[in-house]
């Protein structure tokens, strides 16, 4: 049954649209782009949200603990849009897979499932999944996946360190580690392989498409007939994926938005021809 859009009032130059996906918060690490996150929250209301997986990094938390104040207005927020009328689906993933004990339960208003179909405006069904099942390192060597884990902890290190300096001299946020995948071939063979896996399971269930996170790649596009998008994560790219009220699909990028909005507030010309011409190569990398 068609649910009615909560009735929260969207912010000034806020956006209201039926449906928003997210995930790879990794709540519970240094890398969790928490206060973005808790700007793209206010920005937004929509009917459903889903949180596609690895929210919560039990992986970190289990090292080491770490929790800021942003990290709790991010689930305070979350709890909150569950309160007024959202509704919240929350799909675990391998970081958080602590969860999965709890499908079909749900908590403060938040659904937990292992997956879910989603149809939207249009008619189109997708299947809600976090992707993780299709990782083989995650299924065959789970010893290997906390490696990587531990090694990509210190690119985003690195990375906070160099954009600190950047903020300093006036630059943008930019992403090493985001950099450094797109230039690996091994990398960008991984990510072509899984997003293949994905769509092809999607198409073997008889669904029209698939979203999903996991490999922190936003991506929306046909593969072989079948829908694939990515919700991307806000470790590194900032990215959410929505749906608009006619069942269009758009994918949201965080970081240039608020790069747009710094240029409007400061009326600064320079900002916001380094907002459009960043928007350009985003756009062609894209294609």
């Known amino acids: 049954m068609q649910r009615d859009l909560p009735s929260t009032?969207?912010?000034?130059?806020g956006l209201r649209?039926?449906?928003?996906?997210?995930?790879?918060?990794?709540?519970?690490t240094p890398g969790c782009q928490a206060q973005a996150l808790l700007g793209f929250l206010r920005h937004v209301e929509?009917?459903?949200?889903?949180?596609?997986?690895d929210i919560i990094d039990g992986w970190q938390l289990r090292r080491a603990w770490y929790w800021p104040q942003a990290h709790n207005d991010v689930v305070q927020k979350l709890l909150r849009k569950a309160r007024k009328g959202t509704r919240v689906i929350f799909v675990p993933g391998n970081h958080d897979e602590f969860a999965r004990r709890y499908a079909q339960h749900s908590f403060g208003g938040v659904e937990v499932v292992d997956e879910w179909i989603h149809v939207t405006a249009d008619g189109r069904r997708l299947w809600v999944t976090h992707g993780d099942l299709f990782d083989g390192v995650i299924q065959c060597?789970?010893?290997l996946a906390h490696l990587g884990d531990t090694l990509y902890g210190f690119t985003l290190r690195l990375n906070r360190h160099l954009n600190?300096?950047?903020a300093r001299l006036g630059l943008p946020y930019w992403s090493l580690s985001?950099?450094?995948?797109?230039?690996v071939k091994r990398a960008v063979s991984y990510v072509g392989d899984f997003e293949l896996a994905v769509a092809r399971e999607a198409r073997r269930r008889g669904l029209q498409g698939v979203v999903c996170?996991?490999?922190?790649?936003?991506?929306l596009r046909e593969i072989d007939g079948v829908l694939y998008a990515n919700d991307g994560d806000w470790v590194e790219s900032l990215t959410a994926?929505?749906?608009?009220a006619d069942g269009r699909l758009e994918i949201v990028d965080w970081s240039q938005h608020r790069l747009r909005a710094q240029a409007t507030a400061h009326r600064d010309p320079a900002l916001t021809e380094l907002a459009a011409a960043l928007r350009l190569v985003h756009d062609k990398g894209s294609e």
């Open 9 to 13: 009032p969207v912010p000034e130059g």
């Open 17 to 28: 649209v039926r449906t928003v996906w997210i995930s790879d918060l990794h709540l519970g």
């Open 46 to 53: 929509c009917e459903t949200l889903y949180l596609v997986g």
């Open 141 to 143: 060597a789970k010893w």
């Open 164 to 166: 600190s300096l950047r």
């Open 178 to 183: 985001k950099y450094l995948k797109g230039k």
């Open 213 to 219: 996170g996991h490999i922190h790649h936003a991506e």
């Open 241 to 244: 994926l929505i749906e608009h």
